[in-house]
């Protein structure tokens, strides 16, 4: 417990200090790059309550990132359009917009849960994976918002009509609503919940054989996680004020995977740490070569060969 | 109705392609218990080893000869390498480790051979077209994939029904512990099992190379479909995998051809097109979501 507090406050430190430090170094592109790994970062402990927690390797993550996404991309473009859609007639306020992101990815998240909860282990993944790429496509072909050439938003959503311009400021909005959620899936992990999908995870005959509705726990983490997701996508959207089917594909699905096996899954600091040594590492390489995968596909595999745990997780233990 | 016939050969033809990459991933599958991302970069591997021999020899028999050496080989060094000891580890680690191999491979070949997709020559001996009907002539070479994938088969059930191998293959993908237990050498069949299915992943991809262009991100387009397969089918039957390919190659086919032309007798033209391409891109996935939501273990369970 002492190991996780020194890690958590290391990270946090990190993450705080870092405008400051990209300020005094004079480079604003750090703190884009922070926004993207504090976002990145909420996705991949939302999906860690899946994977880590509850043994659920759910392999079309990226679904809700990009409904999220879709879902204030194509707000803005009717309020732009000055059309409606289901009598919407599209807005570009946060306050209205992210929650709506939300909803939408826990409405698709409980009805693909439902369907897909009834099997499990390597079915599972792909049935999760059908599901992601189905939207995928769907979104492909929607000529209307882009297809597949994706849809710029206007402009970033105002909050309570204060539009936000500084990078900084956006970042720190991202890291508070990344550490909301730390400290609520903190809460839900340490909970009875949380106890119940762990030992589902373990066993999930004898949680039946307790009286537990283990489905409906299972249904419930998957709806938390998809619906955490869509706020991801929001906020991505927000970030780059563009979107496209690509938020959707099966390859960003693996990378939050990958980021969550990367730092450790099954704790709440790994996945964070996965997503920022994910997109430290993707940037540096990228920009030294063009070849990078070279380099990044066998350090990725290094890291399944030899610390199947996740580097958080080797060090906490190296540490102790 | 020649058109008919037309997409039912195209869409017979994608679907035994599909039953070559199939068939090697669900034995992986039933018997490693290993999930593997990397199995469409053997088929993208494949197609590329077939293609520059193809352009230096100009003979496809020594391209075809290289594509299978070449994953056959990979396959060995793969299965020992790396997959021999993630084996008993976490569907988690499998992910992270094949999809750490597909970046890899992707990034090797855009840096050997670039990234601007390679056209690949198909035989001069095949070049023509047979006619199938009256007014319907089918390229031969299109046949003659088809009939690879058809010879493929039967040789597979051969060896799965008549030999050795296939009885301990179907025994492993069962009780693996069982098997080990007897005395079998255990990390031995899983090398010829990875192995085999890298080797038919290599043909699939030297097959395919003169249809379609050879490209970085052929493979992951093809995977996933192969994944739909083996899980509409049944994981670790082969028997399951040639079902399934042939539903999934099918209903991709036929959706792509007809679905915009049967929702114009409903819906407006631009209306129909738009809807058409949606729910042809998607029919592939609808078939599998209802597969598992009626038999969530596929079409041809292996028995417990």
């Keep these: 417990m002492k190991r996780e507090g020194w890690g958590t406050c290391l990270v946090w430190g990190c993450f705080i200090l870092l405008p400051f430090i990209a300020q005094a170094m004079g480079s604003m592109y750090i703190v884009t790059l922070a926004t993207r790994i504090a976002i990145l970062a909420m996705v991949a402990l939302s999906l860690d309550l899946l994977v880590g927690w509850s043994g659920l390797v759910s392999f079309g993550h990226a679904a809700y990132f990009g409904l999220g996404g879709y879902v204030v991309a194509i707000s803005s473009f009717h309020e732009q359009d000055g059309t409606t859609l289901f009598g919407f007639a599209g807005s570009h306020e946060a306050l209205i917009v992210w929650p709506l992101a939300i909803l939408v990815s826990a409405i698709f998240a409980s009805v693909i849960g439902v369907l897909s909860l009834r099997t499990r282990g390597v079915y599972f993944i792909m049935i999760t994976l059908a599901f992601a790429q189905m939207l995928y496509y769907f979104f492909v072909a929607l000529k209307i918002y882009g297809g597949d050439d994706g849809l710029a938003l206007p402009a970033r959503n105002v909050i309570a009509g204060y539009k936000i311009t500084d990078a900084r400021l956006y970042y720190f909005l991202c890291l508070g609503l990344l550490a909301c959620v730390w400290w609520g899936l903190g809460r839900v992990v340490h909970a009875r919940f949380g106890y119940v999908l762990r030992g589902a995870k373990i066993s999930e005959r004898r949680m039946k054989a307790l009286g537990f509705d283990v489905n409906l726990y299972h249904l419930t983490a998957f709806v938390i996680s998809g619906a955490l997701a869509g706020l991801g996508g929001a906020l991505w959207v927000n970030l780059d004020r563009f979107v496209a089917p690509d938020m959707l594909s099966w390859t960003r699905s693996g990378n939050f995977l990958v980021m969550i096996i990367l730092g450790g899954s099954g704790t709440l600091l790994g996945p964070v740490v996965g997503a920022a040594l994910y997109i430290i590492l993707e940037t540096k390489l990228a920009a030294l070569s063009d070849y990078w995968q070279i380099v990044f596909g066998p350090l990725v595999i290094a890291v399944a060969l030899f610390l199947p745990r996740g580097l958080w997780a080797y060090v906490r233990e190296r540490l102790s | ?304």
């Design chain 2, 1 to 304: 109705m020649i058109l008919v016939v037309e997409q039912i050969l195209n869409g017979a033809q994608f679907g035994l392609t599909l039953f070559l990459l199939a068939a090697g991933l669900t034995l992986i599958f039933g018997i490693m218990g290993v999930v593997h991302l990397a199995h469409g970069s053997l088929y993208m591997l494949g197609a590329y080893a077939g293609a520059m021999v193809m352009t230096m020899t100009s003979s496809f028999l020594l391209a075809i000869l290289a594509a299978l050496s070449f994953s056959f080989i990979l396959g060995l060094a793969i299965e020992y390498l790396m997959m021999r000891r993630l084996c008993a580890r976490d569907h988690l680690v499998h992910v992270l480790a094949t999809f750490g191999l597909v970046l890899f491979f992707n990034g090797l070949v855009a840096f050997g051979v670039g990234r601007a997709p390679v056209f690949m020559n198909g035989p001069q001996e095949l070049n023509g077209f047979v006619l199938i009907m009256q007014d319907l002539p089918y390229p031969l070479y299109r046949l003659v994939v088809m009939g690879v994938g058809l010879v493929v088969a039967l040789l597979l059930w051969w060896m799965m029904a008549h030999t050795r191998l296939g009885m301990l293959i179907r025994a492993g993908s069962l009780q693996r512990e069982m098997v080990a237990a007897l005395g079998v050498n255990i990390d031995q069949l899983f090398l010829i099992v990875f192995a085999l299915g890298a080797l038919l992943a290599g043909l699939a991809g030297v097959m395919i190379g003169p249809i379609r262009s050879v490209q970085i991100g052929m493979g992951e387009q093809v995977l996933i479909l192969t994944f739909v397969v083996i899980v509409v089918g049944g994981i670790g039957s082969i028997r399951g995998a040639f079902i399934g390919a042939l539903l999934v190659g099918m209903s991709d086919t036929l959706g792509r051809a007809f679905a915009p032309s049967l929702l114009k007798l409903w819906l407006s033209h631009s209306q129909a097109d738009a809807m058409g391409s949606a729910l042809s891109s998607i029919l592939v996935y609808v078939v599998m979501a209802i597969v598992l939501i009626v038999r969530p273990r596929g079409l041809c369970p292996i028995e417990e």
